[in-house]
């Protein structure tokens, strides 16, 4: 799951953090893609309106 689309479905970042029950900061330090297990916890409290995605984070560790 990208970074943006978790904001946009949020609409601001401080919005999405609340959410999560962390920091603005907390989000952006992720970068482009959401880490793997607050994928998962967003996927959960949207109620699968975003979803997450591990073949984005597979391929990423791959590269490295």
């Given amino acids: ?14 919005a999405l953090a609340k959410a999560l029950g962390i920091t603005k900061s907390s989000v952006s330090q ?5 880490p793997q297990l607050r994928a998962y916890q967003l996927e959960r409290i949207t109620n699968g ?16």
């Fill in 1 to 14: 799951m990208k970074t943006s689309m978790a904001i946009d479905h949020f609409e601001t970042a401080t």
């Fill in 30 to 34: 992720w970068g482009e893609h959401v």
């Fill in 49 to 64: 309106k975003l979803i997450a995605d591990d073949s984005q984070n597979d391929s990423e560790q791959q590269a490295a």
